[in-house]
């Protein structure tokens, strides 16, 4: 594909729903990165999937939050019971080598959660 | 945790001068990258520098590494209201993921 892509772009959810965020890596892209932006914050790691090996989840802050990747193409990332601090932009990132080199990121979705 | 601290938080400059932002880090690396970011939105990729390298220019940006400080510079040299946005260094460290700092938002006037 021409980039990454995310879908929703915005997103407003009432404290205590559950969101899925979906990220469209560059086709061929073996790699694939959840992050998180707080207002005006650097990105906070959340998981990583490379190819079929067991992700790397050591980022996710808590249990409410999962992420699969289908076919090792799109990621789905999923946060249940969603609360107040959960509201930031999440950004997704592919990259077609193996860890450590450039990262092509989609627009993100921004996340509200009143 | 954060690896890279940006230094200064954020910068305003007229246009046709240099911006140059500061980055230090913690621990050894494999390479250092910087990102740039307009609005919130998704990250840019500028330069990537290894370990084993000292400085590289792409266009208008130098990029400088020095491993014993622990720090990287980016120098744009210049600068354009274009380039108004906020710029991320992000190391890797021989494990999965980058490491971001916390961004210089840079403001560059007309």
Redesign the interface.
Known sequence: GAG?SQSPSNKVTEKGKDVELRCDPISGHTAL?W?R?S?G???E?LI?F?GNSAP?KS?LPSDRFSAERTGGSVSTLTIQRTQQEDSA?Y?C?SESRV??????????T?LLVL | S?Q?EEDPQALSIQEGENATMNCSYKTSI??L?W?RQNS??????LI?IRSNEREKHSGRLRVTLDTSKKSSSLLITASRAADTASY?C?T?N??????????TRLMVKP
């Open positions: 990454v990165y992050y932006q207002l914050q650097g990105l790691f990583y490379q790397d980022g932009v950004l990132a860890a450590g080199e450039t990262q092509y990121f989609g627009p993100g921004r | 954060q890279g494999n390479n990258q990102y919130g939105r998704g990250l840019v990729h990537l991320f992000a890797n021989a494990g999965n993921m980058l490491t971001f700092g916390g961004g």
